[in-house]
């Protein structure tokens, strides 16, 4: 009996043993304009950078979503499922140090960090 236990116990650590790096993460934001006013049912492109180490580290990853805000503003993206700028998303080092996410927009008059 104590030969199956161990045995299940030792199947049970391996099966979640195996961490995978994600495919891709959701995000979600409201967009708001200078004023603070939300942007309702807006057409923008949205920038996201993967930085490592600090928020001004190397970016590691970069791609662009091109989007349009709902009624209350928001945007849903999925970080690692735009159109690539920089790098493999499964190659980011997620495992080795810190990483900073930072997202800018472009409504038309060239790209601002929000």
């Known amino acids: 009996m104590n030969k199956i236990l161990i045995l299940f116990s030792c199947f049970l650590v ?25 942007m309702i049912n807006s057409n923008m492109v949205v920038r996201v950078s993967i930085r490592d ?14 989007v349009t805000t709902n009624a209350l503003g928001i945007i849903n993206l999925s970080i690692g ?7 493999v ?9 810190e ?9 038309g008059a060239g790209y601002l960090i929000h």
């Open 99 to 107: 990483k900073f996410i930072e997202i800018e927009m472009d409504m």
């Open 14 to 38: 391996s099966c979640f043993g195996f961490a995978q790096a994600p495919q891709s993460f959701k995000y979600q934001a409201v967009a708001r304009n200078s004023d603070g006013t939300m």
């Open 53 to 66: 180490s600090s928020l001004v580290g190397n970016v590691v990853y970069q791609e662009s979503h091109n």
């Open 89 to 97: 998303f499964v190659n980011i080092p997620w495992g080795s140090g």
């Open 81 to 87: 499922k735009g159109f690539v700028l920089q790098g």
